[in-house]
């Protein structure tokens, strides 16, 4: 079996989309073991010279300055390590945990922790073999890494904590026992390198990353649908107004829904003026390519951030070797400050809330009889029937929680460690409240998705454009039309998950 080959310098997203998601297992390139023995080399040099090193034979953070024994430095790992596994609250998700698992492996296998291969090697091993340490979600940070999240990773690594193997929760030496791996016996510095790292708040955006250009593409389509049912023009579509503001994502917006849209019977009803009066669109119509532009411009900029982040040495202090004969210098920085990450988060939480805003719009848009040109609230017999006025409300409540949700992370520190980490990121936090806006804004597009096919049918028999119709067809073969009142719950959450799944998406690609 071919296995994904990690070297600190190659790993891309799609890679570790296919290690967290179908389970491809690792294997250490070759490179990356020699650089490795040549940095353990550099270390091993120190320790035996008794010059003093961060983290090697001293204390760690405001007790540096404290030096420990030779003897003690393999009890100084070990303490650190438990020492650290302090996290709080509900465990990091399973695809969350593997792609902790490989982020740390590949940092590692960069060559600058100064570990032995065996370090990467174990990490690798848990991959494979499926073994995923109970990793609380609270409790770092961002500054000097995610130690907590990463503490509570290399617990398992070295035989403690806990850990999912089989299905079952259970301790992690019983894990690592039954899956046939050795736990770790650490060694000089080799606590500190499974702790220092950015890798948790990494794993979630890396994840979280994946799922907002799905719902990018979505929210594209879910446009093209509303712009239908409100009998919209593409004029504000033609590529020459691109041209001359000729940013990308307002262009691939804009082609998205000329595509979606061609060959629409609806579009070709209304081109003449006594049809409906009015001259130029609402916004949230005639500017989705710029609002839906910006953020695909935004979740490039996060994908550029990550692209660098995922081969980074990340470490503190990081080992330069020279020749594998232990000659080289170790350094100390901060590279396993988070910040980088952390306005990620904050550019992407920003972008998710543009788009859940601009959806809700659509949707009211389409429920309100003086905008819509449409039954009120897209349902006959309106009075006895309200149809879709409350998922307009959802749709506005899940908005206007987006918007908290929102609020920068990155801009925030409090100090730690005695002030000696005395600015933080706080990048972690940024990242954990991605996934719960995630699923809101896969909520908001599916209100719109429903209420755009809604009014759609309320056009009939004229139909959308033909790859405008396959998404229309998604949305009926989990919800008929609605000819009287019934809750909708189920047909919202139906809809999410197709969202969720990427079945909007694919129709764009």
Do not use: W
């Not at 990773?153 to 299905?167: S, W």
């Not at 550019?347 to 805003?357: D, M, N, P, Y």
């Not at 990048?427 to 998705?449: D, F």
């Amino acid at each position: 079996m071919t296995k994904i080959s990690l070297d600190g310098e190659s790993l891309t997203r799609d890679a570790l989309y296919q290690i967290v998601f179908e389970g491809e297992e690792v294997a250490l390139a070759p490179a990356a073991l020699e650089k490795m023995k040549a940095s353990r080399a550099v270390i091993e040099r120190l320790v035996e010279s008794n010059a003093a090193v961060y983290g090697v034979n001293t204390g760690f953070g405001k007790m540096a300055s404290v030096r420990i024994s030779r003897e003690q430095i393999g009890t100084l790992q070990v303490n650190l390590v438990r020492s650290h596994a302090c996290g709080v609250g509900a465990p990091l998700s399973e695809a969350e945990t593997r792609a902790m698992l490989v982020l740390r492996a590949n940092a590692i296998a960069k060559g600058f922790s100064g570990v032995r291969p065996v370090v990467a090697e174990t990490l690798c091993a848990m991959l494979n073999h499926s073994v995923h340490p109970v990793i609380p979600g609270q409790g770092s940070v961002g500054a000097s890494g995610d130690l907590a999240p990463l503490a509570h990773l290399a617990m398992v690594a070295i035989g403690e904590g806990e850990a999912i193997y089989d299905g079952q929760r259970m301790a992690g030496g019983d894990a690592m026992k039954s899956a046939g791996i050795a736990p770790l016996a650490l060694q000089a510095k080799e606590g500190l390198a499974m702790l220092n790292g950015t890798q948790g708040m990494l794993s979630l955006l890396s994840l979280a990353l994946r799922d907002a250009e799905i719902a990018a593409d979505t929210a594209d389509v879910a446009a093209a649908l509303s712009l239908d049912a409100l009998r919209g023009s593409p004029a504000a579509f033609d590529e020459r107004i691109a041209r001359v503001r000729p940013y990308l994502g307002h262009a691939t917006t804009a082609k998205n829904l000329e595509r979606l849209n061609a060959g629409s019977a609806i579009r070709d009803s209304h081109k003449s003026a006594d049809v409906d009066p009015r001259v130029q669109d609402a916004y949230s119509l005639r500017c989705t390519p710029q609002v839906h532009g910006s953020v695909r411009d935004v979740l490039d900029q996060v994908d550029a951030t990550l692209s660098v982040e995922l081969n980074s040495a990340t470490d503190n202090p990081l080992v330069f070797a020279t020749d594998a004969k232990g000659a080289g210098e170790v350094i100390s920085g901060g590279n396993f400050h988070g910040q980088p990450l952390a306005i990620a988060a904050d550019q992407l939480s920003v972008a998710l809330t543009t788009l859940a805003g601009i959806s809700e719009r659509r949707i009211e848009q389409m429920t309100n009889p003086q905008t819509s040109l449409l039954p009120a609230f897209l349902v006959r017999d309106a009075g006895l029937n309200s149809g879709f006025m409350i998922l307009q409300v959802t749709a506005a409540a899940l908005a206007s929680e987006m918007k908290a949700q929102s609020h920068p992370h990155s801009v925030d520190s409090i100090p730690t460690s005695a002030n000696q980490e005395d600015y933080v990121s706080m990048g972690m936090s940024g990242a954990r409240r991605i996934a719960p806006m995630l699923a809101n804004l896969r909520n908001v597009l599916a209100v719109e998705l429903l209420a755009s096919c809604q009014g759609i049918d309320l056009l009939a028999p004229l139909k959308t454009g033909k790859s405008a119709q396959r998404a229309y067809d998604i949305v009926r073969s989990v919800s008929p039309t609605v000819n009287e009142d019934r809750s909708l719950a189920a047909d919202i959450e139906s809809v999410a998950n197709h969202v969720a799944k990427g079945s909007f998406a694919e129709i764009l690609r």
